[in-house]
């Protein structure tokens, strides 16, 4: 059971789909884990784009154990874990976590396919 809310990570899905269909939003080929500035370089340009500060505003209000199963979510979805892997996956999403939970998700390119991968892997949609 997850403790974010299924229809709150629907929110962000959205969100990030919007936000990376934009033109002008291009990534580094090489991301690292949340502990790493590329996300905050690439977002740079974009910190005054309404769609971008909804979803940080979204993921920034919400609690430290939410933030890391949206973390733990999106590796879920990519395939870094299995479903029976879910307390591994939060245990090393504690252990990378930073204030940039945010820039770090919404950097992923793929992250609105991930997190609806690691929903389902959790019997949720957003249907």
């Not at 899905?13 to 990376?20: P, R, V």
């Not at 500060?53 to 733990?72: C, G, H, R, T």
């Not at 979805?77 to 998700?105: C, I």
Request: aromatic fraction near 10%; hydrophobic fraction near 40%.
């Amino acid at each position: 059971m997850l403790n974010v809310n299924p229809e709150t990570v629907c929110r962000l899905i959205a969100l990030s789909k919007e936000f990376h269909a934009q033109e002008q939003v291009t990534f580094p080929e090489e991301p690292g884990i949340s502990s790493g500035d590329w996300g905050a370089q690439m977002l740079a340009s974009h910190q005054d784009d309404a769609t971008f500060l909804e979803f940080k505003s979204i993921v920034d209000d919400l609690e430290p154990d939410q933030q890391l199963e949206l973390v733990a979510l999106l590796w879920l979805g990519r395939g870094d874990f299995e479903k029976d892997e879910w307390a591994a996956a939060l245990v090393e999403a504690s252990d990378n976590w930073s204030p940039r939970t945010a820039e770090y998700l919404i950097a992923h390119p793929l992250l609105p396919d991930y997190l609806l991968e690691g929903l389902d892997m959790h019997s949720y949609s957003c249907e």
